[in-house]
């Protein structure tokens, strides 16, 4: 199995996908979790923690400035920026659960983070991504979606 990352032409595409290769890996965080598996949790949750911290830093650094400029409106980026400190906060909750290697820590900072990631993820990939891709000419959206990729 390749584990060489697609290549992706627009940025609804990319982090779209990311989100659902995050969700995956928190999908088998949580899941190790409830079969109280927490050494074997650690190093995925880990893994997802890294990712979203990356993929949130890419989009407040890199796609919200062009977001902002190209859409002409700064509305939903400082809704996202908002909902990516509720997040922040529930991704440390739920390190320090696994840290302390308490499950319940855990599930209260996973519940914590469903009760904004699943609109806010559906915010992003139904409204700003395509948004951004249509305010683009293609080749600025291909070179947005490859600075994407490389950050």
């Known amino acids: ?15 779209s996908w990311d ?11 949580s899941r190790l979790v409830d079969e109280n598996q927490l050494d074997r949790a650690a190093p995925i949750y880990a893994e997802f923690h890294a990712g979203l911290l990356r993929h949130i830093r890419l989009e407040e650094e ?16 400082l809704v996202m920026r908002q909902e990516h400190v509720f997040i922040k ?3 440390e909750m739920m390190k320090d659960g696994l840290a302390a290697r ?11 983070l469903f009760r904004v ?6 915010k992003e990939e139904h409204i700003l991504y395509p948004t ?17 990729m490389a950050f």
């Open 117 to 122: 990631l699943p609109d806010h993820n559906v």
């Open 102 to 112: 308490d499950a319940k820590q855990f599930k209260t900072g996973h519940e914590a």
């Open 89 to 91: 906060k529930a991704l």
């Open 62 to 77: 890199v796609l919200f400035p062009v977001f902002d400029e190209r859409a002409g409106m700064e509305g939903p980026t």
């Open 19 to 29: 989100h659902d290769r995050l969700d995956a890996l928190l999908g088998d965080t």
């Open 132 to 148: 951004t891709d249509r305010v683009l000419p293609p080749q600025e959206r291909s070179e947005l979606t490859r600075r994407l």
């Open 1 to 15: 199995m390749s584990t060489e990352m697609p290549k992706f032409e627009a940025v609804t595409d990319y982090l």
